[in-house]
C-alpha cells in the first residue's frame, strides 16, 4: 500500500515544481535578464548617407512640368497633365487630362501642371 506525504510537505513540493516550471518559460521567451546585442554591421561611408534617394521619373516630371497632384487653387489655371497610361507616364494637355479624369480616354490622371504640352512632351 502507497504512503501520501504529508499535506504541507505535497503543497512545497507542488510549489517547487511550478516555480521550476515558471522559471524555464521565462527563459526560454527571454523575459529575463538582458537581451543580447545585435549584431554589428559595416557602417557605410559618411559620403553615401548624405546622399538623397535618386528622384524617380514621376518626381522629375512634376518638377519639370510645375505639376501638383492635388491640384492648384480655383485662381490658377493648368495648362497641362501627367497621366498613366498602359504603365507609362504621359505629359499631355489639360484637355487630354481632362478627358482622362472624365474618363472619356483611357488612362489615370496623375497630376495637374502649370508649363504648356510640347508635342512629343
Known amino acids: 500500500m502507497r504512503r501520501r506525504p504529508p499535506s504541507s510537505a505535497a503543497l512545497a513540493l507542488s510549489v517547487a515544481k511550478s516555480l521550476v516550471l515558471v522559471a524555464v518559460v521565462v527563459l526560454a521567451f527571454g523575459l529575463v535578464g538582458s537581451p ?3 549584431p554589428s554591421r559595416p557602417q557605410p561611408p559618411l559620403s553615401t548617407v548624405d546622399l538623397p534617394d535618386p528622384p524617380t521619373r514621376l518626381a522629375r516630371a512634376l518638377e519639370r512640368h510645375d505639376c501638383a497632384e492635388a491640384g492648384f487653387g480655383a ?3 493648368p495648362r497641362s497633365a501627367l497621366i498613366r497610361r498602359h504603365g507609362r507616364l504621359h505629359h499631355v494637355s489639360f484637355e487630354e487630362g481632362w ?5 472619356r480616354r483611357p488612362g489615370v490622371l496623375v497630376a495637374l501642371c ?4 510640347r508635342p512629343g512632351g
Open 36 to 38: 543580447s546585442p545585435p
Open 75 to 77: 485662381e490658377v489655371q
Open 114 to 117: 502649370l508649363d504648356e504640352d
Open 99 to 103: 478627358a482622362v479624369f472624365t474618363e
